[in-house]
């Protein structure tokens, strides 16, 4: 087994609020509703302890969503209240959609205060034997949903201003929350899975993105923001295709994104999707270097079915043809509850989940 992440058997971040969270979201405030989310926080780390996971996040309980609560807190960057952008989801019974608020970049963007320091350290200080795990959206989504008309032209009339700013302002983020003692950090981005739909590729080109080449664009404004990470922390990044109530957008293999994306991606990790179909076959692993880790995300969020331990071996085995066995770890394929919302499942069925995953780790690496 690992004794450093990504571990073999591993988790995205998310998971799902429990009843008494969701109500104390709804009748609480303040220091009220801080207490409830660190009691909440507290027991669901220590049934990830239980289960023996090597890592543990605080399952972003004190978020409404994986990357808008981050993104909101970055100076120069404000919710365009009036104005919202329409996500269309597709599920097996059909489509639903997401509105959130929009972004407006106003003001030059910098780091005002570390984002999450306080709940980083409260996770440090709960954890007993698994290591902190911080989740963060990546500099990509500050772009990826608004473009370029997110970006007030008068505070950036140049967009190579805007892009130096964005990945210093996240250069300082990744040193502030390091001096934290954290070792462990997450880059959530779906942006660079969504690339590899020529669906999202059209319409990233029809509001005037150079959308065949945005993922390089991606790749090197993540680089800056990683150059000077501190001695000792691990970043990886997690790509998925959407997850919202059990929901995606996208779809198509890692093909379009792989050489670029594990040959010149900077980071220690990749959590990638593999669940179903929509992610197409292992064949893009062949990019990944020696020395670079793969967490299969083989399984699935959407629905509480669980799977075969005989089944998932067979899959570990087909992506070692690709990529070293000794490359490869275990988790699912995204988090249970990437929006308070939560995925259509229960709670039993999720740690049910992870639970497999500790124990088809231990039978594959021993």
Known sequence: M?????????????LLRPQSLLSA???????????AEDAAIQEVVRRQEEIGLQSATDGEFRRASWHMDFIYRLGGIGQATDEHITVRFHNEKGDIEFTPAALRVHDRIKLNEPVFADDFTFLRDTVTSAV??????????????????????????DVEEFWRDLSAAYAEQVRRIGALGCTYLQFDDTSLAYLNDPAQRAELASR???????????????????????????ITTHMCRGNFRSSWAASGSYDFVA???FGELK?????????????????????VPKGKMVVLGLVTTKHGGLESKDTLKRRIDEAAKFVDLDQICLSPQCGFSSTVE?????????????????ETAQEVWG
Request: aromatic share 8%.
């Open 208 to 234: 005037g993105d150079d959308a065949e080449h945005m993922h390089l664009r991606y790749i090197k404004q993540i680089n800056a923001a990683l150059a000077a990470k501190p001695a000792g922390m691990t």
């Open 342 to 358: 939560g995925n259509e499942l229960t709670a039993d069925q999720q740690f049910a989940k992870l639970r497999l995953i500790v």
């Open 25 to 35: 979201r709804e009748n609480l405030t303040g220091d009220e509703l801080r207490a």
């Open 267 to 287: 980071v220690d990790g990749f959590f990638l999707e593999y669940d179903d179909e929509r992610s197409g076959g292992f064949e893009p692993l062949r990019y």
């Open 132 to 157: 902190p795990k911080l989740t963060i959206p990546s500099p990509s989504m500050v772009h990826y949903r608004g473009g370029p008309a997110a970006i007030d032209p008068e505070v950036y009339p």
């Open 259 to 261: 050489e670029a994306l």
């Open 2 to 14: 690992r004794t450093s992440p990504p571990f073999r058997a591993d988790h995205v971040g998310s």
